[in-house]
């Protein structure tokens, strides 16, 4: 799989398919200075994330690819979502 599938898939399954690839060794850091470092504490934020948007339209834009190579791969992007409101 390529980092552009990767990212696709993250975007149209909320996270749910990809969390199985993410590395022992994985940090992740969102955009409010959180830091998570390890494939648990990488997994935990993001079932935490997913789970408070699971009624959102979720999408990602403006991808700035930092590094690919065959070994890793780190890129930038917006994410917006939309929450529809029944009533």
């Known amino acids: 799989m390529t980092p552009e599938q990767f990212l696709k898939e993250y975007e149209t399954s909320n996270g749910k398919h990809t969390l199985g690839m993410i590395a022992e060794d994985a940090v992740y850091w969102f955009s409010d200075g959180t830091q998570h470092v390890g494939k648990q504490e990488v997994e935990a934020a993001f079932r935490h994330n997913f789970e408070s948007i699971k009624d959102d339209k979720y999408s990602l834009h403006d991808v700035k690819w930092i590094l690919q190579t ?3 791969a ?3 992007f917006r994410h917006c979502s939309r929450r529809i409101y029944l009533r």
Do not use: G, R, S, Y
């Open 70 to 72: 065959e070994d890793a």
């Open 74 to 76: 780190v890129c930038l």
